[in-house]
């Protein structure tokens, strides 16, 4: 039977460009240059590991976002995804981490799923909650953060490094899986997959397709609120000297000063 | 007075610091009602009494060592239909987070995680955020159900206030999704005998120009001089010199001390993410147009390799 891996995949703004918010309070996802969110490319490389390593699998490639998110499918289908969904409606917008959970879970029901492979989190939000929200709302286990995975014989194992140990954990599918940056470089997409990905199925869903109303989601739906943002204001210029042989001498004075010593 | 349910984060019975500095943000909300679960949940008692615990509600099974992250969320549950708090507090540790999300869910809540302040507010606690790497600070709140708030270390004074920290047995019945994930074996860390990154109140980090596994015995002797944690850019991690349990930034630790020494570190957006709301900030790089020193309150253009060992030198003379 063949093994239904679906990644989760967020579009965000580039965290080398100058990210901001919206007069919304929502994050500005029109001012700034987007992308597939680098922590993601790490889930959909172990997707394709994993897929290669099974007889017979699919892998594909889900987002909840813009229309722009579509190039981070188009990304993750060059690196070799089969097919890729897309949600997106207007009622969308401002949508909290239980809200896109709540999308995320019932997309992947509905795509049908074995496997799912989500990053460790988005580079924007940062929260690192889907995963484990994810999780809870389709009932599956949580193998989450891992740095390393398998998939064999229906039982997933994977590696997962914590602060106090790490810990080699198991679950039988259908599960969930979150990998991190330590789990292997993700792999370039070539000219013929590019070339490939052109080709591929992007479905597109709205919230009607996944039998969610515009209340559960959006601003409206969002069970917290940003009340205030504010630049953080610049640091006042610090002292900078050049080191003559002395700099050493010159920071200790300088953390005396400050009574670090 | 309303209660505030605490999550005790401790190892065998030793609370750590993280949940002390929940306990201070607790009581301007409430009156702290602390739960721990697993080995050695009662000895948690004391501490927290000291700290301010009215109740200390404890729980241990072996399910919480052996399963991962829903035992605990099936035992939070449990305390927040004992106890119905106002808010639900939880420390920002990448499990913590995990438990306080599928809590919120079950409860019908919504979730601020990596607050780094809170404050009681008309309508409910306000955390404070700081987001993008750090380049906004933002003010939310939760709207819907029992605020359930992660927070991160460092962010709040530990403080004595004695309390009665009564010991309750919490009663648990694991949900049947609670044995999902096995934890087959556990390397618990060796210690480095140096501070918890995390909540160090001095952290002393190697970058590239490190350049070696064997030369971060001189990051190492400062931190020491300095009583500090050590901390290192993803890119000596990943250069296999130091591991990736000390690597500070976006895909790392996340840190804020009193004050944080980078040497032969650029200060890329990802590493910023880690470190910038340290209140001192010290960089000692060779190149005057490293962006590190966009932040620093005091910078050393200079050779990693002689300023760094003059320093520790220079610390241990006036130590005398
Ligand atoms: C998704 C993602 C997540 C990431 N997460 C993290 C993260 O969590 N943490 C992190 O740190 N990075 C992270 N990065 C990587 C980040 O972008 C940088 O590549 C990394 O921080 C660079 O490390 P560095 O400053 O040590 O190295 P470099 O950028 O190479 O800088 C080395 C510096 O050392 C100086 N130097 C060299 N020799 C000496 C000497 N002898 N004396 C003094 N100075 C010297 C040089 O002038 C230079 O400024 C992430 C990247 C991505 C894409
Ligand atoms: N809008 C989204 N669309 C698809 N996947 C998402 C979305 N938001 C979060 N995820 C997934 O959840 C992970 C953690 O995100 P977060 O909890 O927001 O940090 C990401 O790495 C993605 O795999």
Redesign the pocket.
């Known amino acids: 039977m063949s093994l239904r891996i679906v990644v989760t995949v967020k579009y965000v703004p580039d965290a080398t460009g100058d990210r901001h918010f919206a007069d919304d309070l929502t994050v500005d996802r029109d001012d700034v240059d987007g992308l597939l969110s ?2 993601d490319e790490y889930a959909v490389e172990q997707a394709l590991q994993i897929a290669d390593e099974a007889d017979d699998a699919e892998v594909t490639v889900l987002t909840v976002g813009p229309e722009d998110a579509k190039d981070a499918l188009r990304k993750a289908l060059s690196m070799g995804a089969d097919k890729a969904i897309h949600v997106e409606d207007d009622d969308l917008h401002g949508t909290d981490a239980i809200g896109t959970s709540l999308v995320l879970a019932k997309a992947i029901e509905k795509a049908g799923f074995d496997l799912v492979v989500s990053g460790m989190a988005s ?1 924007d939000g940062t929260m690192g909650v889907v995963p484990a929200l994810v999780a809870e709302r389709l009932g599956v286990p949580q193998v989450t953060l891992l740095s390393e995975v398998s998939v064999e014989d229906g039982t997933v194992k994977g590696r997962r490094d914590g602060d106090a140990a790490s810990e080699q954990l198991e679950a039988q599918l259908p599960a969930l899986v979150s990998v991190t ?1 330590q789990s292997g470089e993700a792999r370039y997409p070539s000219f013929k997959g590019i070339m490939a990905a052109k080709k591929k199925p992007v479905e597109s869903w709205d919230l009607s397709d996944l039998d969610i109303e515009a209340e559960e989601v959006g601003l409206d739906g969002a069970f917290t609120k940003v009340e205030t943002a504010d630049a953080r204001p610049a640091r006042t210029a610090g002292t900078i000297v050049k080191d003559e042989g002395e700099g050493g001498k010159q920071l200790a004075e300088f953390l005396a000063g400050q009574k670090f010593i | 007075m309303a209660e505030v349910l605490v999550y005790v984060d401790h190892v065998d019975g030793a609370v750590r610091k993280p949940t002390l500095e929940l306990l201070t943000l607790a009581r301007r909300l409430g009156e702290p009602v602390a739960v721990a679960l697993g080995n050695g949940a009662a000895d948690t008692a004391a501490t927290l009494a000291e700290h301010g615990a009215v109740k200390v509600l404890t729980h241990d099974a072996s399910e919480y060592a052996d399963y991962l992250v829903v035992p605990k969320v099936d035992a939070l549950q449990a305390a927040h239909e004992a106890v119905s708090p106002a808010a639900v507090l939880v420390p920002s540790s990448a499990e913590g987070k995990e438990i306080a999300a599928r809590l919120a869910l079950r409860i019908g809540a919504g979730i601020i995680t990596d607050a780094v302040d809170l404050e009681a507010g008309d309508e409910g606690p306000v955390a404070t955020q700081s987001v993008f790497a750090a380049s906004f600070t933002t003010k939310s709140r939760v709207i819907k159900g029992t605020p359930v708030i992660t927070v991160k270390p460092n962010s709040a004074a530990v403080e004595a206030a004695p309390a009665a920290g009564a010991v309750e047995a919490l009663a648990v019945t694991f949900s049947d999704k609670a044995t999902g994930t096995k934890v087959t074996a556990r390397t618990p860390r060796e210690s480095t005998g140096r501070p918890e990154l995390t909540e160090a109140a001095i952290v002393v980090s190697g ?3 490190v ?1 070696g596994a064997e030369n971060f015995a001189i990051i190492e002797a400062l931190a020491d001089q300095l009583g500090a944690a050590v901390g290192a ?4 991690v990943d250069a296999g010199w130091y591991p990736h349990t000390n ?6 630790k996340s840190v804020s001390p009193q004050l944080y020494i980078a ?9 910023r ?2 470190m910038q709301t340290s209140k001192t900030i010290v960089a ?4 005057a147009e ?1 962006p ?1 020193f966009e932040l620093v309150d005091y910078g050393v253009v ?4 002689d300023v760094v060992p003059q320093l520790t030198e220079e610390i241990k003379t006036r130590k005398g």
């Open positions: 680098e922590l580079t940056d | 970058g590239r120009g350049n850019s993803r890119a000596a690597q500070v930034g976006q895909t790392g040497n032969g570190i650029s200060g890329a957006i990802q590493h993410a880690g000692v790089n060779k190149d490293a590190i200079g050779d990693l390799f």
